[in-house]
């Protein structure tokens, strides 16, 4: 009898231990702090996903969210201060994708949960901390799409050959130099298409424009003016610098609205802008990055892992071959 009562007494001090517990739990959940570094707010892309991850952590934590403004230096300083307010987690898109040791190995010592997107650090670099996750996309296959649809527009359309002699000639507008994304969505693009059976023959150099319109507007200038004429096909690693190329087309009468010229202009992401300009016809195509699906999953697998549940539960994401990595898939865009 003794022993019964205080087993009753026991599991009433457990239960209202348990109640006490699962409120505190609940008021700390709406509590949860996470802090966002962005590489800079000035990107069209990374727009969409800043958007969506607001709207997806919305309620569910308080987001401090900084502006790295394209020096790695600057973002540095940025999550020191992160760490130092002990947020519960982190979710970081690198400025310099190269730096992610040192960042890594803060975030590590410090305990946090972070997911890293869009743009790719050395995943090995990565593995070294237990509660690290990347989402990104699977660069080559944005090449390969823009590949296959510079094949469509090849065999679709004859008179984009304007010197008839069986080749495009295209310039290519890359992102930065070292970016893996870019590398890829450079590489593949040319090397899908002539997979596809297409001649190509590039004008020029490749113009690295920092994934940036005016400076891609600028170097398109130049290229007109030396090569006007000569150019049948721009190939860009994103729509922000197709709409630069564009810019400057449309400067000398091409790829105007209801104009009769068009250099066929091919880019990534699927922007507002970009897909505007493909409605209105002065823009070929370009390759969706799904931003908001990008934004989703980073949020998800973030509270996933503050909460100390596996990164990937109760979600419909699959890692890649490295284990760590999450994939958010392509798709080709087209006037409809
Ligand atoms: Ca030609």
Redesign the pocket.
């Known amino acids: 009898m003794k022993i019964g009562k205080s087993r009753i007494l026991l599991f009433a001090l457990c239960l209202a231990l348990a109640t006490l517990f699962g409120a505190v739990t609940a008021a700390s959940a709406a509590d949860l702090r996470i802090g966002i570094l962005i590489y800079k707010y000035d990107d069209t892309y990374i727009s969409t996903v800043r958007n969506a991850l607001n709207k997806a952590l919305e309620g569910k934590a308080e987001i401090t969210m900084q502006d790295g403004k394209g020096d790695q230096a600057t973002q540095n300083d940025q999550l020191d201060v992160l760490i130092e307010r002990q947020v519960d987690g982190l979710i970081v898109n690198m400025v310099d994708a190269q730096a992610a040791a040192g960042v890594v190995n803060k975030i590590k010592a410090a305990g946090i949960p972070v997911v890293f997107f869009n743009r790719e650090p050395d995943l090995n670099v990565l593995k070294t901390y237990d509660k690290a996750v990347f989402v990104g996309t699977n660069a080559a296959d944005a090449g390969k799409m823009q590949g296959d649809i510079i094949k469509e527009l090849w065999t679709s359309n004859p008179a984009f ?9 295209y310039v290519m507008f890359k992102g930065e130099p070292d970016n893996p994304e870019a590398i890829a969505r450079t590489e593949f693009s040319v090397s899908q298409a002539v997979e596809n059976g297409v001649k190509l ?1 590039q004008v020029g150099e490749t113009f690295v424009c920092n994934w940036d319109t005016a400076l891609a507007q600028q170097a398109m200038e130049s290229a007109l003016a030396a090569n006007e004429g000569k150019i ?1 096909l721009v190939i860009a690693n994103n729509d922000s610098m197709a709409m630069g190329a564009i810019a400057a087309l449309s400067n000398i009468g091409y790829n105007v609205e209801g104009g009769n010229k068009l250099i066929p202009v091919i880019g990534v992401d699927a922007t507002d802008q970009a897909v505007d300009a493909i409605n209105k016809g002065v823009m070929s195509a370009t390759v969706k990055q799904d931003g908001q699906a990008m934004g989703n999953a980073v949020a998800e697998i973030t509270l996933n892992m503050i909460s100390g549940k596996a990164p990937l539960e109760g979600t419909n994401h699959k890692y890649d071959a490295s284990g760590i990595a999450v994939r958010i898939p392509y798709a080709p865009f087209v006037k409809k």
């Open positions: 050959d304007l010197n008839k002699d069986g080749k495009f000639q023959e049948e």
